[in-house]
């Protein structure tokens, strides 16, 4: 018995040992890490609940705790946001604001938002939050170049109406607005932007009509700042026109028909492609 009792024993000493054995390594491995700035570190600092939805909801910066951390007095207050509702914000498909910010009654005269009942667009303004600079002039062309809408990150050309597409106008039937936007590259239109042939494209009709601000006319577009309406000279584009520019989305109505964006009123519609229509080229985007 009592050998059976010492053989239990000496199997548990080894056992034992080779457990220590085993976890001494991932103690080493472990120790090798970084570990991270002290709760007290300014460097442990984090953005509040708060603060992370309003970067979500309106693109308003914030900035973490600057100095040390210090045992608060009281407890924390409500951030007035819940965690799920920071989730709903961070959703990837994500729908931008139009722009539009006024309020309108039946005969189109301007009222507070307060008397129209709420619900309106101008009321609620929902959607994507425009960063505070709309449009950012890359200044890599001779005279033209190309410009960054910083709120879908797509890339367009910087004139709007380049003279050499189909016709002296800047216009061009849908197959040859496809062509030209395609064959597009460093080079050509003035462009010093390393592109080459098929970086560019016509873009399909959403990419096309998030250009649009529909708090203006003539054109539905905003300044470079997303502040006010597009004026030439002032601004990231030049030469916009108060006319169709093509798409690359085909009508599934008529599929010899194909969508353009009005940039007069900023409406949508479908026209026959062998109509000759303004063409805008865009590059980049997912």
């Known amino acids: 018995m009592r050998n059976v009792r010492y053989k239990i024993f000496s199997l548990y000493l080894i056992l034992l040992f080779s457990l220590m054995l085993a976890i001494a390594p991932m103690r080493a491995i472990a120790g090798d890490l970084e570990s991270p700035a002290a709760p007290t570190d300014p460097n442990s600092a ?14 308003t910066t914030a900035t973490k705790r600057s100095g040390a951390f210090t045992e608060p007095s009281a407890g924390p207050a409500s951030t007035g946001h819940t965690l799920d509702q920071v989730y709903e914000l961070a959703l990837p498909t994500k729908v931008e604001k139009t722009g539009q910010t006024k309020c309108y009654n039946e005969s189109g005269i301007v009222i507070s938002c307060d008397e129209s009942g709420h619900g ?12 505070s600079l709309r449009f950012t002039d890359n200044g890599d062309g001779d005279g033209d170049g190309t410009v960054t809408d910083n709120l879908t990150g797509l890339i367009w050309l910087k004139n709007a109406n380049y003279k050499n597409t189909d016709g002296e106008f800047g216009t061009a039937t849908w197959a040859n607005a496809l062509s030209f936007c395609n064959d597009l590259a460093h080079g050509m239109c003035g462009l010093t932007d390393g592109s080459s042939a098929g970086d560019w494209r016509l873009p399909n009709v959403k990419e096309l009509q998030s250009l649009i601000d529909f708090a203006y006319s003539r054109p539905a577009l905003s300044n470079a700042a997303g502040t006010a309406r ?16 093509w798409s690359s989305t085909a009508s ?35």
């Open 46 to 59: 984090m953005y509040p609940l708060e603060d992370v939805y309003n970067r979500l909801n309106d693109n």
């Open 120 to 131: 309106q667009d101008g009321d609620l303004q929902k959607g994507v939050a425009w960063p």
């Open 230 to 245: 597009w004026v030439e000279g002032g601004d990231a584009f030049s030469d916009v026109q108060l006319n169709n520019y």
């Open 252 to 286: 599934a109505t008529n599929t010899s028909n194909a969508w353009y964006v009005n940039l007069y009123y900023g409406n949508v519609g479908y026209y026959n492609k062998t109509s000759n229509y303004y063409v805008w080229p865009v590059r980049g985007g997912q």
